[in-house]
C-alpha cells in the first residue's frame, strides 16, 4: 500500500512563511501525482497544487505567486512552500497522492494563521 506521513504545520502570523513536506512510501508507481488540498471550516475541499511525474505543476488562482509545489530527489518527498499567509487560508493541508485508479491521503496537517 501507500502510506503519506506530513510535517511543517503550525501557527503561523499573518504574512509570514510555512513549508510543509510530504514522503510517501511503499508502492509507488512511476507515474503518479501528487497534491496539497485543504479543508477551512464552513467551506469545501479545494486542490491547492499538485504536481505530476513529469514535473508540471498546476496552482489554485488564490495561492498563484505565493506558493511553490516541489519534490526533492529522494523518496517521493513533496513540499509545499507558502509565503505572504493569510487569516483565511487556515485549514487543515492534506496530501495526496493519484495512481491508476486510487487516490491515498494523509491524515492532514493543521494550518493556523494568526495573530
Known amino acids: 500500500q501507500v502510506q503519506l506521513v506530513e510535517s511543517g504545520g503550525g501557527l503561523v502570523q499573518p504574512g509570514g512563511s510555512l513549508r510543509l513536506s510530504c514522503a510517501a512510501s511503499?508502492?509507488?508507481?512511476?507515474?503518479?501525482?501528487m497534491g496539497w488540498y485543504r479543508q477551512a471550516p464552513g467551506k469545501q475541499r479545494e486542490l491547492v497544487a499538485f504536481?505530476?511525474?513529469?514535473?508540471?505543476?498546476n496552482y489554485a488562482d488564490s495561492v498563484k505567486g505565493r506558493f511553490t509545489i516541489s519534490k526533492l530527489n529522494t523518496n517521493n518527498t513533496m513540499t509545499l512552500q507558502m509565503n505572504s499567509l493569510k487569516p483565511e487560508e487556515t485549514a487543515v493541508y492534506y496530501c495526496?497522492?493519484?495512481?491508476?485508479?486510487?487516490?491515498?491521503w494523509g491524515q492532514g496537517t493543521q494550518v493556523t494563521v494568526s495573530s
Open positions: 495526496s497522492l493519484r495512481q491508476a485508479l486510487r487516490t491515498y
Open positions: 511503499g508502492n509507488i508507481f512511476r507515474g503518479n501525482v
Open positions: 504536481i505530476s511525474s513529469g514535473g508540471s505543476t
